[in-house]
């Protein structure tokens, strides 16, 4: 990745977000890169080369689900409507053994139903979930990309068979944190990423095309808390440590398809300004053309990859194509 020196935390304005967004904005564009018409972002990088590095990842054939559940006891409280997944049977075994479903010989079956937020359990931000300043990815009206029919330009759907390539887990948790998780509120920094490379040595190496997993082990505080019977507390929106959005040159740099992190909300909680709401997906997303990922399960990985010290694997994790999402839910899948 290039040579260069990452802005410092320190040197945040808390006081000025709407400058530090533009700056960083204007420095991480990619606007034009792949042409006026581009709908990929950042998963142009994901190339066949890529998928081929990935697949040849795999050794042992040990494959390892990055999904947290989809169900009404998730951690989702209602903000912005977000609420947790309600599954409802359309038909059961006691219909069938009452020989109500009106089917010959004797043959019953069930069926079911879901309803759900796209976004109430591990799933993608797609481009256009977020905005700047009225911009959508590529710089696009956001109102000509999404209205009330939904995303009409870069839909999740566009992405259905893209996200499969070289996976790579970066556990900031076990390389800097204590016990292998880090504070609510704890700013991971490109000095924590690089130092956590290092630790993790040559298979964690970070570039173009990549997949990019970070683990800071909030999820594994969350569910001591439910085991506990004290419930997911703030998990879904409260405190959380995250990427700091002095990241965001070197979240560019790297040219990397898509990250991914076990927090809901990918970037620190509360955010590194004064008065600010997630101003890292305001660069990363319009901007950059980055796909984000949240609430993802990377805990059994991170076990496999600190025994085996091999932090790359082959990863698939294509989002539910709904028609015109600007999120959609996704059952990761690391194979190493």
């Not at 998928?51 to 209602?78: C, I, M, N, W, Y």
């Not at 709401?277 to 805990?299: A, K, T, Y």
């Amino acid at each position: 990745m290039p040579d260069r020196t990452w802005l410092d935390p320190a040197e945040l304005d808390r006081t000025d977000p709407e400058t530090a967004i533009k700056a960083a904005a204007e420095r991480c564009s990619n606007w034009g890169r792949w042409g006026a018409d581009d709908v990929l972002g950042t998963l142009n990088f994901l190339t066949e080369d890529k998928r081929r590095e990935g697949a040849a990842l795999v050794r042992r054939g040990a494959a390892f689900s990055l999904s947290q559940r989809f169900d009404a006891d998730g951690p989702q409280k209602g903000w912005r409507r977000r609420t947790n997944p309600v599954h409802t049977m359309l038909d059961t075994g006691t219909d069938a053994e009452r020989g109500v479903q009106g089917f010959p010989h004797g043959i019953g079956g069930a069926d079911d139903v879901i309803a759900m937020p796209l976004q109430a359990s591990t799933q993608w931000d797609g481009l256009g979930h977020i905005f700047d300043h009225g911009n959508a990815w590529n710089g696009r009206r956001a109102g000509d990309v999404v209205t009330s029919l939904g995303d009409a330009v870069t839909g999740i759907e566009t992405v259905a068979d893209r996200i499969a390539g070289r996976g790579v887990l970066l556990d900031v948790g076990r390389a800097i944190g204590t016990d292998g998780e880090l504070p609510d509120g704890f700013a991971i920094t490109p000095d924590h990423l690089e130092a956590t490379i290092a630790a993790q040595g040559g298979s964690a190496r970070v570039g173009r095309g990549d997949l990019l997993l970070v683990r800071t082990g909030q999820l594994t505080r969350a569910r001591r808390s439910v085991a506990a019977g004290q419930g997911w507390g703030d998990y879904a929106g409260g405190p959380a440590p995250g990427l700091s959005f002095t990241t965001a040159d070197w979240l560019h740099a790297t040219e990397i398809a898509g990250v991914a992190t076990d927090t809901w909300g990918f970037e620190v909680r509360p955010n590194e300004f004064d008065v600010a709401f997630q101003p890292l997906h305001q660069v990363c997303i319009p901007n950059i053309g980055l796909f984000l990922g949240e609430l993802w399960d990377l805990d059994a990985l991170a076990a496999d990859c600190a025994a085996d010290g091999v932090w790359e694997f082959f990863l698939t994790a294509a989002p539910l194509p709904v028609t015109g999402a600007v999120g959609a839910p996704v059952n990761p899948i690391a194979v190493k």
